[in-house]
């Protein structure tokens, strides 16, 4: 090995690799989203195609999914820690928005107004979620081990295209139907005078939060078409151009 080759890799900003530990932490977080959204994507297949109507008018889709949803949808927090802390390679604040959008969906829209758990976007928020998550944590997981098919590949860069539109879509719907009650029922929010002489209305913040998906979304759609370039290429179906990190 020559000199060049010996000072370039023993550069102090070189990349190391993960502990075992690491990796197998990683492999068990990732491993783990896939099967709860799988399940998940089971649940909407079985509520909407095998059930039939009589179940449908027993529960809701909330009522059937609540628990998957909740525990699945928020772990998604620990991947901001993830790449806080360095473990992967993720930006941190790219990876807060995505995370904080839906865990604001499922806990500040869903949880938190009747409106929102029968709203229309529901269903259509869910399906885009569970099949993109499925996707994603799955070629994490692969990547972990070292063992990504192209189509893993292929599905990761290029299926957000569609999805990615389609889950806003579904989250916008949740808040609209959220915000008409929040309008009309004074519902989380503060008013004057109190103790605090402070006031919060939930009307305007879920307004907020709306309206912030205008900057926010097209950014995070063009990273990933960026990232898509960088991986695929920008063909349709070429190989990566380099080995998937």
Do not use: D
Request: aromatic share 16%; glycine share 8%; charged share 10%.
């Amino acid at each position: 090995m020559s000199a060049k080759a010996v000072s370039k890799s023993s550069k102090p900003g070189a990349s190391k690799e993960p502990s075992a530990v690491t990796k197998l932490y990683l492999f068990a977080y990732n491993a783990g989203q896939v099967v709860g959204w799988s399940y998940i994507l089971w649940q909407l297949v079985n509520y909407y195609i095998l059930q039939g109507p009589e179940f449908r008018a027993q529960v809701t889709l909330w009522e059937y999914t609540r628990l998957a949803v909740i525990i699945f949808q928020n772990a998604a927090f620990v991947e901001i820690l993830n790449a806080s802390f360095g473990l992967v390679k993720s930006n941190p604040v790219v990876t807060g928005f995505q995370v904080f959008s839906r865990m604001m969906v499922v806990v500040g829209v869903v949880m938190a107004t009747p409106t929102g758990k029968v709203s229309p976007g529901l269903p259509i928020a869910l399906l885009a979620w569970a099949i993109t998550e499925i996707i994603r944590y799955g070629y994490y997981a692969l990547n972990i081990v070292k063992v990504v098919p192209h189509f893993v590949v292929f599905l990761r860069y290029t299926t957000f295209i569609v999805l990615y539109p389609i889950g806003v879509t579904g989250e916008l719907l949740c808040f609209w139907w959220a915000q008409s009650y929040a309008r009309e029922n004074s519902v989380w929010s503060v008013v004057m005078p109190n103790k605090w002489n402070a006031t919060f209305s939930y009307f305007g913040f879920l307004w907020i939060v709306m309206l912030g998906y205008i900057p926010i979304f097209p950014q995070l759609y063009l990273h990933m078409f960026a990232q898509r370039r960088k991986i695929l290429g920008g063909g349709a179906s070429g190989s990566p151009k380099k080995k998937a990190n």
